[in-house]
């Protein structure tokens, strides 16, 4: 069965900084593409960033990119995301995602949840201005 835990979600002010973590089990990490989307309170989801399975090429979001890193380490199981520069909207929860595939040699990008089979249960992240 898989579980993705996410972790290091918290209360930061407005141009700061956050690390979160995600720790996989029941699953090689290598195998599958990982990412994360966030939720606001209305429901929307976006994608944020997410990195290939060996971890060789990532995306972001058009409004995270430039301020987040997205990366992994597949010995320990775990994908990180550095979010820098925070602002209030980037307040939400934060899901740790898990593609079916790894998208290494995919000329594909996934950018929607569609493309994502397992689901974190989500850390919450809050921005003061």
């Known amino acids: 069965q898989v579980h993705l835990v996410e972790s290091g979600g918290g209360l930061v002010q407005a141009g700061g900084s956050l690390r979160l973590s995600c720790a996989a089990s029941?699953?090689?990490?290598?195998?599958?593409?990982m990412g994360w989307f966030r939720q606001y309170p209305a429901g929307v989801r976006e994608f944020v960033a997410a990195?290939?399975?060996?971890?060789?090429?990532?995306w972001y979001g058009n409004s995270v990119r430039g301020r987040f890193t997205t990366y992994r380490d597949n010995a320990l199981n775990t994908v990180f995301l550095q979010m820098n520069s925070l602002k209030p909207e980037d307040a939400a929860v934060y899901h740790c995602?898990?593609?079916?595939?790894?998208?290494?040699?995919?000329?594909?990008?996934?950018?929607?949840?569609?493309?994502?089979?397992?689901w974190g249960q989500g850390t919450q992240v809050t921005v003061s201005s």
């Open positions: 995602v898990a593609a079916g595939r790894s998208y290494n040699n995919d000329d594909e990008t996934p950018l929607g949840p569609h493309e994502y089979d397992y």
């Open positions: 990195v290939t399975g060996s971890g060789g090429r990532a």
């Open positions: 029941g699953l090689d990490p290598s195998h599958h593409a």
